[in-house]
């Protein structure tokens, strides 16, 4: 098992520029999750899916931030336009019953 | 509120101490309790899991006080490889974390 694997692990763009985070899930994982983490705010849930399904996006910061999952393997994070204050560490976790699994995170810097 | 309330230490201890932090929690709703561990640049790993009570591994406890909604780690012959970020999650259909207890074991 590979385990949750996301792409890119290092994202450096300037802001205003749209940026695209990639999370494959554990196969036979139902829900999905994505989490962001800074020194100030800690682990944040931003949004989850559950069968594919977006089930509870209210911690998603704000329209610029939008989320897919068009099948079972593959979900996106999107920031568009992507700002400053958006630069942290983005991970994706699947669940399967109670067991949570982190990717190795993607961390992104917006200059 | 945050769902989630951790102390955030942090918690400098000498190798062989014990050390112990709590983490509270507000949706009394929660099933189940996780302690996650997560080191420097690295993702959360699981550490336990609390479902009723407590949960014992090793050197490693977790005790769950559903009446005062808080639960707690105790690390007993802390050892240097110990040294982390220990987040306590809460989990109701989704997981909540909180900011998380820094722990530094010293020779």
């Known amino acids: 098992d590979a385990g949750v694997i996301q792409s890119p692990r290092h994202e450096v763009t300037e802001m205003g520029q749209e940026v695209t985070l990639r999370c494959k899930p554990i196969?036979?994982?139902?829900?999905l999750f994505w989490y962001r983490q800074t020194m100030m705010r800690g682990l944040e849930l931003l949004i989850y899916f559950n069968n594919n399904v977006p089930i509870d996006d209210s911690g998603m910061p704000e329209d610029r931030f939008s989320a897919k999952m068009p099948n079972a393997s593959f979900s996106t994070l999107k920031i568009q336009p992507s700002e400053p204050r958006d630069s942290a560490v983005y991970f994706c976790a699947s669940r399967n019953r109670d067991s949570y699994t982190f990717g190795s995170g993607t961390r992104l810097t917006v200059v | 509120r945050k769902e989630v309330e951790q102390d955030p230490g942090p918690f400098n201890v000498p190798e062989g101490a014990t050390v112990a932090f709590n983490c509270t929690y507000s949706n009394s709703a929660s099933q189940s309790f996780f302690w996650y561990r997560q080191d420097c640049r690295k993702e959360p790993k699981l550490l336990m899991s609390v479902y009723s009570s407590g949960n014992e591994d090793g050197r490693f406890t977790a005790q769950l006080n559903r009446a005062s909604q808080y639960i707690s780690l105790l690390i007993r012959d802390s050892k240097l490889s110990d040294s982390a970020t220990y987040l306590c999650?809460?989990?109701?259909?989704?997981?909540?974390f909180g900011a998380g207890t820094t722990v530094t074991v010293r020779a």
């Open positions: 196969s036979g994982h139902d829900y």
């Open positions: 999650g809460s989990n109701d259909y989704k997981l909540s």
